[in-house]
């Protein structure tokens, strides 16, 4: 099972916004609506901020956004924060009963 | 709270074998499904398996044949054995509750495997 593909860095000022890109096959991201995104900081476990597509998990920001269009998935966040630096990951469901991961994208806070 | 500690990492030898387990607490183990995901060094995160609360599993193609996992819902704790082992294992190994959205995860034990 290939990888999704994300760009490997993104970068945004405070109070700007910025969208990641998410793109697999009909096998995984176009076949399903489950698609999560993961935040990770350095050294720290990843935190789950989207999932099935475009939910939030209970006490995530609502700065956080998922959609998806065709076999491509994106996670938009509003309004940067400092503390939104970090390694941000998608994750698809298959139609071979496995998940495949992108390979991540690091965001700077400029 | 849900809290997930693993352990039972460590250096091994390739060819080698190690069982990681993930002791779960702070709700109903049985009724859910289980995942172990790994980190190498630098790397991004990858999928290693899941067990369904039913007991189905899957696992990822770089580990089926080579890990098994299982688990034991009388002690709420998951296990990933791991046998012939290689140095791409190299990695943190997570646990994590749920298969399709993970939302609480261990804070991950380490697997070196070098001789």
């Known amino acids: 099972q290939s990888a999704l593909t994300q760009p490997a860095s993104v970068s945004g000022s405070p109070g700007q916004s910025i969208t990641i890109s998410c793109t697999g096959t009909s096998s995984d991201v176009g076949g399903y609506n489950y698609v999560s995104w993961y935040q990770q900081h350095p050294g720290k476990a990843p935190k789950l901020i989207i999932y099935?597509?475009?939910k939030r998990p209970s006490g995530v920001s609502n700065r956080f956004s998922g959609s998806k269009s065709g076999n491509t998935a994106s996670l938009t966040i509003s309004g940067l924060r400092p503390e939104d630096e970090a390694d941000y990951y998608c994750?698809?469901?298959?139609?071979?009963?496995?998940?495949?991961f992108g390979g991540g994208t690091k965001l700077t806070v400029l | 709270e849900v809290q997930l500690l693993e352990s039972g990492g460590g250096l091994v030898q390739p060819g080698g074998s190690l069982r990681l387990s993930c002791a779960a607490s702070?709700?109903?183990?049985?009724?859910?499904?289980m995942s172990w995901f790994r980190q190498a060094p630098g790397k991004g995160l990858e999928w290693v398996s899941s067990?369904?609360?039913?007991?189905?599993?899957d696992y990822a193609d770089s580990v089926k044949g080579r890990f098994t996992i299982s688990r034991d819902n009388s002690k709420n704790t998951l296990y990933l054995q791991m046998n012939s082992l290689r140095p791409e294992d190299t990695a943190v190994y997570y646990c994590?509750?749920?298969?399709?959205?993970?939302?609480?995860w261990g804070q991950g034990t380490q697997v070196t495997v070098s001789s």
């Open positions: 067990i369904l609360s039913g007991g189905n599993t």
């Open positions: 994750s698809s469901y298959t139609t071979s009963s496995t998940l495949v």
């Open positions: 994590a509750k749920g298969l399709l959205l993970c939302d609480d």
């Open positions: 099935d597509v475009s």
């Open positions: 702070g709700f109903t183990f049985s009724s859910y499904a």
